[in-house]
């Protein structure tokens, strides 16, 4: 087999095997992994599960020794900068609550690096994403669940265009991650026992806010302090920066009530924090914009599906009416809990297993 695929490897195990089953497979491989962030003061010592610190750099380049394929580092750290780190701490500042691992699949990993392999001279660009990615009825490229749905990635996908999608492999679709582990064990691979990432890259230490606050457009922000007031407008506390509540937080408020406080809105335009009893945290619809359809043609008419809001979100039924530029209304059969200003709205079909479409919700409507 004379196909060529570059294979994103991050230095865990899941794209590891990802790169092993393809050369098994009898693909030319080549390995990349791409470096995204400049780690400083220590970074890649601290000990919680990211990814893309030296230590995973060498990781997947022992991967690749193993396997024998070529393998390089590519500096992406401008492009990363830009598309997702950016929009990151421009979410924050603006009051909503970002996913930047759908961007860097979107602008990265199917975007700079699909570029790339093309100037290699490769026909796609594999992942180890647990999710599926075929032909669906009509012809056109679909995003599917993964066969363990505990580790179904499909949510964070869904920007992807059928063009990104025609040029991207997915090897794990069918696989848990027990049996991951277990052919990593078979291929000698020397991260078959470890962990996998659980934070985001380049915010090692969790805290994000402080990383907003530090980083340049942060600095460059005015982050005001302002007022806690309920749905009445009743002043019931002082904050130190939107950016340090999400829809749904309940710790962190600072204020004495005698029933438990939840956030249930944000307000950028007076740089309040708006709060309610737990009830008034759910929502009944959203709105979503800009929408990308995937499995299906950007539709006219109103159709039933089950849509997810974040990712540990079980998918849930709703009506999806097509709104003109790229809009559409989700509306719930019951109501939702956190619906975020910031987060995807990915739209499945009726039996949860294709992605139809997903957007980015604006806001939460009742």
Known sequence: MDERIVVAMSGGVD???????????GFDVLGITMRVWQWRDGGEAQPHRTCCSPHDLADARAVAERLAIPFYALDLQEEFEKAVVEPFVRDYLEGRTPNPCVW????????????KAKQYGCSAVATGHYARIERVAGGRWGIGRAADRSRDQSYYLFALSQEQLAHFRAPLAG???DEVRRVAGRFGLPVASKPGSQEICFVPDRDYRGFVRRHPLGRQARIAPGEIVDRQGRVLGRHNGLLDFTIGQRHGLRIAHPTPLYVVALDPAGNRVIVGEKSEVFAGALLARPVNWVAIEPPCEPFAARVQIRYRHEA???????????????IFDTL?????????AVIYDPQNEWILG???IERAES
């Open 336 to 344: 939702q809990p956190a619906v975020t200003p910031g987060q995807a």
């Open 175 to 177: 696989m848990t991650k």
């Open 104 to 115: 860097c699949n979107q602008a990265l990993k199917l975007g700079a690096l699909l570029e």
């Open 15 to 25: 794209s590891a095997v990802a790169a092993a089953l393809l050369r098994e497979q």
């Open 316 to 330: 849930a039924p709703a009506l999806v009416e097509p709104l003109a530029e790229s809009g559409a209304r989700v």
């Open 358 to 360: 997903g957007g980015w």
